[in-house]
């Protein structure tokens, strides 16, 4: 089966700098999504960026952008410039390309302080 | 480490007919959700239950939709009467409420039901 992990329960930064998010996944497949969702207190999920496993390409939306490395299975997310309603809960996600099986790490709850 | 467990992992049904999804959230979380996914489009939230009732749904959540909580450990979704547009995964989220506010809550999500609606 498919896990995502995501080692940092907690980040914050300071408004306007860089910050990067982890996110590690095991799996036996070669074909595959990854996804960003951010979680405002809303409770909405929002999809933040999208990269598809067979794309070597990092994936980039804004101010947003992937450091993907395939081989290592890692998947993390850098947010730059970052922004006072960036402060979210951010999940890595995994989805297989054959079932749909879509597997969810447990979070990083990021803060930016002004 | 506890995990959200949903039950099917799979389920296929005729339009028209009546689905129950089913739950077992994290044992001493209080808070639940759930989400659906249609296929190639983004997570959206339906609706969360606290104390034995709806906190909040979304525009998604109306009259055919339904949840329960009928015992202590199992968290159910309801679609009465299914459309073909209810096809999607859904997936099942525990927190624990712990946190001071809102913004503190984390969510534990199940692997998600496929609802393949024909």
């Known amino acids: 089966a498919q896990t995502v992990t995501q080692s940092q329960p907690e980040m914050s930064v300071q408004e306007a700098e860089t910050v990067t998010l982890s996110c590690t996944y095991d799996?036996?497949?070669?074909?595959?999504?990854l996804f960003w969702y951010k979680q405002p207190p809303s409770r909405q999920m929002i999809l933040v960026i999208r990269q598809e496993a067979y794309k070597q390409q990092n994936a980039t939306e804004n101010r947003f952008s992937v450091n993907f490395q395939k081989a290592a299975k890692s998947f993390s997310l850098k947010i730059s410039d970052s922004q006072l309603g960036d402060t979210a809960m951010y999940f890595c996600a995994f989805m297989s390309y054959n079932n749909n099986d879509m597997r969810f790490g447990a979070g990083t709850r990021l803060t930016v302080k002004p | 480490e506890p995990e959200v467990t949903q039950t099917p992992s799979h389920q296929v049904t005729q339009m028209g007919q009546e689905v129950i999804l089913r739950c077992v959230p994290i044992s001493n979380h209080l808070y639940f959700y759930w989400y659906r996914q249609i296929l190639g489009q983004k997570v959206e939230f339906l609706v969360s239950?606290?104390?034995?009732?709806?906190?909040?749904k979304s525009e998604i959540f109306d009259d055919q939709f339904s949840v329960e909580r009928p015992d202590g450990s199992n968290f159910t979704l309801k679609i009465r009467s299914t459309k073909l547009e209810d096809s999607a995964m859904y997936f099942c989220?525990?927190?624990?409420?712990?946190?001071?506010?809102?913004?503190?809550?984390?969510?534990?999500f199940g692997s998600g039901t496929q609802l393949s609606v024909l």
């Open positions: 239950f606290y104390n034995n009732e709806i906190s909040e």
């Open positions: 799996t036996s497949e070669s074909n595959y999504y």
């Open positions: 989220a525990s927190s624990d409420g712990t946190g001071l506010s809102m913004e503190n809550e984390k969510l534990f």
